[in-house]
């Protein structure tokens, strides 16, 4: 396994859970990691990414509430989840694309879904009003 995803569960709107993705065989500062979510018969869709560079870049409903990040000695990225909202209810996945040092990380998120070289399993995120 690659990419373990983990850190979902159940949340009242308001509250907060942190998202960790452990990958192992590669380190993650050479990778940019992007998280997705998909809510029930939605599509999948890009929530935050962080590059390679460091830099982070996320999707508009999740601005000022979500905060991406790495931690290289842990080779583990994560997720803080602020302010949680009923439509942030959704399964996360983490993703992983080999990038040169240079891409930011906004460049990285209008790369296609099937471009990630590796993915975590889902967790599911449930926020309850």
């Known amino acids: 396994v690659q990419l373990q995803a983990s850190g979902g569960g159940l949340v009242q709107a308001g509250g907060s859970l942190r998202l960790s993705c452990a990958a192992s065989?590669?380190?993650?500062?050479?990778?940019?990691i992007a998280w997705f979510r998909q809510a029930p018969g939605m599509k999948r869709e890009g929530v935050s990414w962080?590059?390679?560079?460091?830099?982070?870049y996320y999707t508009d409903s999740v601005k000022g509430r979500f905060t991406v990040s790495r931690d290289n000695g842990k080779n583990t990225a994560y997720l803080q989840m602020n302010s949680l909202k009923p439509e942030d209810t959704a399964v996360y996945y983490c993703?992983?694309?080999?990038?040169?040092?240079?891409?930011?990380?906004?460049?990285?998120?209008?790369?296609?879904?099937?471009?990630?070289?590796?993915w975590g399993k889902g967790t599911l995120v449930t926020v309850s009003s």
């Open positions: 962080i590059s390679s560079d460091g830099t982070t």
């Open positions: 065989k590669f380190r993650v500062d050479d990778y940019a």
């Open positions: 993703a992983a694309m080999r990038v040169p040092n240079h891409i930011t990380a906004q460049a990285v998120a209008v790369i296609p879904m099937t471009e990630y070289d590796y």
